[in-house]
Structure formats: C-alpha cells, structure tokens
C-alpha cells in the first residue's frame, strides 16, 4: 500500500469531485481517497509521498485511437484534402511502414507515456505494433483491424486478420488486451463485417472503427457518387458502396464495448442509433482538421447524451501523439464552446468516456478502480476550482509522474 498527496485531486468521479490538499491510497487499485488531513488520521504511521506546489493528481488520459504503425509519416502524406490524403495513404504506406520497429514504436509510446497517457486504443493493420504495446507498461487495448471490400480477396482477407487476432489473443495480460476494429462501412465487406462481429460477441471483445469520416465518405455510401467513385473505380473496379451508413450501424447490436471514430457527417438518425448502441464516440480534432473535414458537432452529442472521447488519431493525421496537445487542440477548435466549461468536458472524455469506450476499470479516481494515475504541475496557484480543468489543458507539456496498475512507471 503506497499513498501520495497532491495540492489537487481531480477524480473525474461522477459529481466531478476535486479535492483541495488531497490523498490517494492505492495499491494496484485505488484504496481511499480523501483529504490529506483525513488520510493522515485514519493512517498515522504510514509514509507520505508528496507532489510539488501547485500539483495535481488525475486520472491517467486514455488515447482511445491511434494508428502507431504509420508513426514515421512526418511530411509524407497530403493534408487538405481526405480523397488526397488516402491516396498518399496508399501510395506511400509501403514506404511508411517499411522501417517500423518495436524500438521505434517504444519511443513513441514513452513520448505518450511521458505526456499523460497511460492507456491507448492501438488500432493495428498490420500487427507491426504488437511487441512495442506488449512491452510498454502503457496498457493497451490492441485492435486487431480488418479491411478490404473486394469480393475475391474476402477469404484472404478474414484469414490474415484471423491470424493477427490470434496472435494478440496469445499476448492477452492485465495491460494488454485483444480487440477488434473494423476500417470502415466503405471499405469493409459485409461478409467481413458479419464474420469479425460475430468473434467479437463470442468472446466479448471490445469492437471500433471509423465511421462517416468525410463529406466524400457520405456522397459514396448514401448516393454512391463523389470523390470516391473515381477511386474505387480505379482502385478496386466498384461503382456501388458496400453498405449504407445505417445497415452498417445495424449490425453492432449486442457489442458492449463499441465505438465510433468521428462521425463528422453522422445525421440524427445514426447518431440516435449510435446512442442506442451506448457507444462512444471517439473525436479526433487535429486528424479532422488537417484532412480539410467537418468540425464534429459537439453539441448534437451533448443533446443527444452520446458520450464522446478524444483520440489522436495517428502521425499519419496529426503532428503530435501528446493527448495534451489535442485537448488543446479540441479546447482551440470548438470556438463557441465555454473554455472553462468546455475543459471540464473534455477532461472527462479523455478518462472515464475513453476508459468506456474500450471497456476496462481505469479513468476516474475512486476506489476499486485501477491505480493509473498521473501528477502535473501547475506554474502557479489556482484560486477558483472551476478552473482548474482549463489550467490542466492550458499549461500541461509532460507530466512529472505516471503511476500504471500503482507502479511508479
Ligand atoms: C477497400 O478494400 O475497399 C479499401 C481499402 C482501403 C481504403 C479504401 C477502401
Ligand atoms: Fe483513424
């Protein structure tokens, strides 16, 4: 049993508590957390480690999407544009990918690890990320992906996914666990869909994948025109969507840990489906903007009380795997949002809507939950707590410690 005190504790509890001079008691889970001054009666004897001034204890930040296979893209691929973006996906992911090791992808996950993230939804392709998410102490929940809506590829297809899912499942640990993620309705065969969904519900694996990313995405799987009708014309020899937006969200009935990544050109009618899914949304702000997408409406979701996640997509659609860079992102882009308000939200999508969205006991700091807790410093005292959520996102560059499972990390 270890206890650590901080100038703040914001638990992301569900009355959003924030304790001022606090104590968290934790051995792999949360045991207690209360005052300082309550903590030090109930344990007298017991050795305090203490923050700096003006420090912080919170829930470590779940990234509940990113691609670490396409982590070296730098300048490679075109921004601006989503059908140019996926054709320099294409042209180029050989390239991208070629010289991807675990090494590499270990640097990058310290980098996240040293700015917050403590938990990453890892979507993988390829399975040329596993080694590094297994030997990170970030815990990872590892979605082994499936794509591909040609016809004559489909048993090809199903099988190689069959043998990554099987090779994750052979990795399954507390910090690791198996997953599954569909691309996307456009690029997925339904007899796909069907197969891997089936997996999922059988051995309750948590379930994720893109949906209505793009205003070119919307055009093909409701009209089956715009952008993509050249590409898949030219890349696949297909004039018709495989899937409407709605058949598509039909068949996730029954997946308990579900989500959707950003759903920028959701409508009502999907959004209400996808609340009566009780998924989550997974909203990537910086992938969006830099592909030239629709800024996600927030305030549908709120309405709808559909809960939302930030991911940071991967490098292939951001400049920054720090969850702190896109919660500034996000706090930045959503302009008629509240800031103070605002960052209260989007703190709590980055740990308990994310912890929701893949399924495990993590984002919030009460007890019985897993001890994944990170300290920050602040430059200088906070008066009003209210402000605090905003201070977080304002000022945090790397935190001072990670706790992952109640080890110093
Ligand atoms: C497909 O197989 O349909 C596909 C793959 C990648 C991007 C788009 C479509
Ligand atoms: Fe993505």
């Given at each position: 049993?270890?206890?650590?005190?901080?100038?703040?504790?914001?638990?992301?509890?569900?009355?959003?508590?924030?304790?001022?001079?606090?104590?968290?008691?934790?051995?792999?889970?949360?045991?207690?957390?209360?005052?300082?001054?309550?903590?030090?009666?109930?344990?007298?004897?017991?050795?305090?480690?203490?923050?700096?001034?003006?420090?912080?204890?919170?829930?470590?930040?779940?990234?509940?999407?990113?691609?670490?296979?396409?982590?070296?893209?730098?300048?490679?691929?075109?921004?601006?544009?989503?059908?140019?973006?996926?054709?320099?996906?294409?042209?180029?992911?050989?390239?991208?990918?070629?010289?991807?090791?675990?090494?590499?992808i270990l640097e990058k996950l310290d980098f996240m690890k040293k700015t917050g993230t403590t938990t990453i939804g890892a979507i993988s392709s390829y399975s040329f990320d596993l080694e590094a998410c297994v030997e990170?102490?970030?815990?990872?929940?590892?979605?082994?992906?499936?794509?591909?809506?040609?016809?004559?590829?489909?048993?090809?297809?199903?099988?190689?996914?069959?043998?990554?899912?099987?090779?994750?499942?052979?990795?399954?640990?507390?910090?690791?666990?198996?997953?599954?993620?569909?691309?996307?309705?456009?690029?997925?065969?339904?007899?796909?869909?069907?197969?891997?969904?089936?997996?999922?519900?059988?051995?309750?694996?948590?379930?994720?994948?893109?949906?209505?990313?793009?205003?070119?995405?919307?055009?093909?799987?409701?009209?089956?025109?715009?952008?993509?009708?050249?590409?898949?014309?030219?890349?696949?020899?297909?004039?018709?969507?495989?899937?409407?937006?709605?058949?598509?969200?039909?068949?996730?009935?029954?997946?308990?840990?579900?989500?959707?990544?950003?759903?920028?050109?959701?409508?009502?009618?999907?959004?209400?489906?996808?609340?009566?899914?009780?998924?989550?949304?997974?909203?990537?702000?910086?992938?969006?903007?830099?592909?030239?997408?629709?800024?996600?409406?927030?305030?549908?979701?709120?309405?709808?009380?559909?809960?939302?996640?930030?991911?940071?997509?991967?490098?292939?659609?951001?400049?920054?795997?720090?969850?702190?860079?896109?919660?500034?992102?996000?706090?930045?882009?959503?302009?008629?949002?509240?800031?103070?308000?605002?960052?209260?939200?989007?703190?709590?999508?980055?740990?308990?809507?994310?912890?929701?969205?893949?399924?495990?006991?993590?984002?919030?700091?009460?007890?019985?939950?897993?001890?994944?807790?990170?300290?920050?410093?602040?430059?200088?005292?906070?008066?009003?707590?209210?402000?605090?959520?905003?201070?977080?996102?304002?000022?945090?560059?790397?935190?001072?410690?990670?706790?992952?499972?109640?080890?110093?990390?």
């Amino acid at each position: 049993m270890k206890i650590i005190s901080a100038t703040w504790i914001i638990t992301c509890d569900e009355n959003s508590t924030i304790i001022k001079d606090g104590a968290i008691v934790y051995d792999d889970k949360i045991i207690e957390v209360d005052t300082l001054l309550n903590i030090q009666k109930k344990y007298p004897d017991a050795k305090i480690e203490f923050c700096s001034q003006n420090s912080v204890l919170m829930p470590g930040l779940i990234n509940p999407h990113v691609h670490l296979e396409f982590s070296s893209n730098t300048t490679t691929l075109k921004y601006g544009d989503f059908m140019d973006w996926l054709n320099s996906v294409i042209m180029n992911r050989e390239e991208l990918t070629k010289d991807i090791s675990t090494k590499y992808i270990l640097e990058k996950l310290d980098f996240m690890k040293k700015t917050g993230t403590t938990t990453i939804g890892a979507i993988s392709s390829y399975s040329f990320d596993l080694e590094a998410c297994v030997e990170s102490p970030i815990n990872t929940v590892f979605f082994s992906e499936v794509i591909g809506s040609k016809p004559d590829m489909i048993d090809t297809l199903f099988s190689d996914f069959k043998s990554r899912l099987n090779m994750a499942k052979d990795k399954k640990s507390k910090n690791f666990i198996p997953a599954i993620a569909i691309h996307s309705p456009y690029s997925v065969h339904p007899f796909l869909i069907r197969e891997t969904l089936k997996i999922a519900k059988e051995e309750q694996l948590a379930v994720s994948t893109h949906f209505l990313e793009s205003p070119q995405e919307f055009d093909w799987l409701h009209k089956d025109e715009g952008g993509f009708l050249d590409f898949f014309k030219n890349f696949l020899g297909q004039e018709k969507a495989v899937t409407k937006p709605m058949q598509f969200l039909n068949q996730f009935d029954d997946i308990k840990n579900l989500s959707f990544t950003h759903c920028v050109e959701a409508s009502i009618e999907d959004l209400e489906k996808i609340k009566s899914l009780d998924a989550v949304i997974n909203h990537c702000p910086t992938s969006n903007r830099l592909l030239n997408n629709t800024k996600l409406d927030i305030d549908k979701l709120i309405k709808l009380d559909i809960p939302f996640a930030i991911g940071t997509d991967g490098l292939s659609s951001n400049n920054s795997l720090s969850m702190f860079d896109e919660l500034r992102n996000a706090l930045m882009i959503h302009t008629h949002k509240n800031v103070v308000y605002f960052s209260k939200k989007l703190i709590e999508a980055a740990t308990k809507n994310a912890n929701k969205a893949l399924g495990l006991n993590k984002g919030e700091i009460k007890n019985n939950k897993d001890c994944d807790i990170i300290s920050l410093v602040l430059p200088n005292e906070v008066k009003d707590s209210k402000d605090l959520y905003m201070n977080i996102i304002l000022h945090t560059k790397n935190v001072e410690k990670t706790i992952i499972g109640g080890i110093d990390v």
